[in-house]
């Protein structure tokens, strides 16, 4: 299973709003609404921001959101704080009944 | 409140095995599939295996197939991953996660596995 693609890096002023994309195939991600996105700060265990495409867990701010398109979900952060410097990485569920991972977006707040 | 705690890695040399296990708590741990996810040194996270809530099903990526070995007890609240044929490529930080719908909603800490001679 390839790994889903990410940009390596996206960048922003605070207070500007970025969109991180994630492509895979009609095997993952287009097939399943099971599409989910992770926050990763260095040394420190991943958080769950987005699930089900769209769906925000409680006590996640509402400055994250996701969606999809066919083959490509997108998770966008308006309002860029410093503290959304972080890895994020997408995942879907896939034919194979497994999961696969995005190779990561590295988020920069200039 | 839910914690996932990691334990049992270390160093191992090339072909050795692991027994890495995950203690739960806080959640009704019966009730939910579990995953185990590895992220190696300066790379991206990787689904390595999940089973589901009673361990009657078990998946695993390609590159841990017939190697690799996930269970758990309920009894004990514990998820275990069993690791042999161990390579260099291996090498990670191995997270275990509880699944909710289609998603990893809840990580440990995770615990290093060093794989070296």
């Known amino acids: 299973q390839s790994a889903l693609t990410q940009p390596a890096s996206v960048s922003g002023s605070p207070g500007q709003s970025i969109t991180i994309s994630c492509t895979g195939t009609s095997s993952d991600v287009g097939g399943y609404k099971y599409v989910s996105w992770y926050q990763h700060h260095p040394g420190k265990a991943p958080q769950l921001m987005i699930y089900?495409?769209?769906n925000r867990p409680s006590g996640v701010s509402n400055r994250f959101s996701g969606s999809k398109s066919g083959n490509t979900a997108s998770l966008t952060i308006s309002g860029l704080q410093a503290e959304d410097e972080a890895d994020y990485y997408c995942?879907?569920?896939?034919?194979?009944?497994?999961?696969?991972f995005g190779t990561g977006t590295k988020v920069t707040v200039l | 409140e839910v914690q996932l705690v990691e334990s049992g890695g270390g160093l191992v040399q090339p072909g050795g095995s692991l027994r890495l296990s995950c203690s739960a708590s806080g959640f009704t741990f019966s009730s939910y599939a579990m995953h185990w996810v590895r992220q190696a040194p300066g790379k991206g996270l990787e689904y390595v295996s999940a089973?589901?809530?009673?361990?009657?099903?078990?998946y695993y990526a390609d590159s841990v197939k017939g190697r690799f070995t996930i269970s758990r007890d309920n009894s004990k609240n514990t998820l275990y991953l069993q690791m042999s044929s161990l390579r260099a490529e291996d090498t990670a930080v191995y997270y275990c996660?509880?699944?909710?719908?289609?998603?990893?909603?809840?990580w440990g800490q995770g615990t290093l596995v060093t794989v070296s001679s």
């Open positions: 089900e495409v769209s």
């Open positions: 995942s879907s569920y896939t034919s194979s009944s497994t999961y696969v």
């Open positions: 089973i589901s809530s009673n361990g009657g099903s078990t």
């Open positions: 996660v509880k699944g909710n719908s289609g998603s990893y909603d809840y």
